[in-house]
């Protein structure tokens, strides 16, 4: 899948703030050339100790159309854990806090450092923030034991 949308790098601490004002500078550049559908993408690009660089995006048919200042990320195909996020999207980092930190390291995977996302399709509306989310996130089997 390739992605194409903004990309900006957040501090933990003020993640609930920038990134809601990042999706809102992103929707007023849409449709974006060669966009398929109307499902949005939140992709988590990296993460380390301070903050993490996250991208609001959709898919397009290919990255060549895309304007100059628009990020671009091909996806590829790997093996996810999903989860749904249901209710207000302020509360999403509750979930993902939920995933990483307890799920994670007790379901005998471990992250395949690849980009996770978030899905935002028909279940969710984005004018009142609530809805349906599902999150992916990118897998291997543990190197400590394998999967259980």
Known sequence: MQLGGLRRRHAFAESSRTIPQQWHEFESTLPLPGQLGTRTYGA???ADNSGLEYMCAVEVESLSVLPA???RMQLRAQ???VFL???DVSDIQATWRRILDQWLPQSGFRSAQRPD???YGHRFDPR???GEVEIWIAIADDERGGQT
Request: proline fraction near 0%; charge should be neutral.
């Open 79 to 81: 093996r996810c854990a």
């Open 44 to 46: 988590v690009c990296g």
């Open 128 to 130: 009142t923030g609530k």
């Open 69 to 71: 200042d628009i990020g």
């Open 117 to 119: 996302f978030e899905v």
């Open 85 to 87: 996020h249901s209710g």
